[in-house]
């Protein structure tokens, strides 16, 4: 399983107008892009690839993405959680008499 993402170093709301992560964002979406193009032509079939409108090279996209992932990474790995069990019943002790 592969997971790429990719902004295109728009700014946004989640990481501002920053300079270099809009520079950085813009040279890695090209290659991310002809990444995906190649992984397809050659089969691949279990990618995910994201590439929003907007994003660069800032942790709080990061964040966001791997929220976005974590369910599909449970999934694949078969550690997806299981609701948890009620609390056992306590057992008071009944004095003799």
């Not at 078969?78 to 306590?90: D, F």
């Amino acid at each position: 399983r592969i997971w790429v993402y990719c902004g295109n170093g728009k700014p946004s709301e989640i990481g501002g107008n920053n300079l270099p992560a809009k520079f950085l964002e813009g040279l890695t979406i090209r290659t991310n892009r002809t990444f995906q193009e190649t992984y397809l032509a050659n089969g691949g079939s279990n990618g995910v690839f994201n590439f929003p409108s907007s994003g660069a090279h800032d942790w709080g996209y990061w964040g966001q993405q791997l929220q976005q992932m974590k369910p599909d990474i449970q999934r694949v790995l078969g550690a997806v959680p299981q609701p948890s069990a009620p609390p056992a019943p306590v057992e008071t002790p009944v004095s003799g008499g």
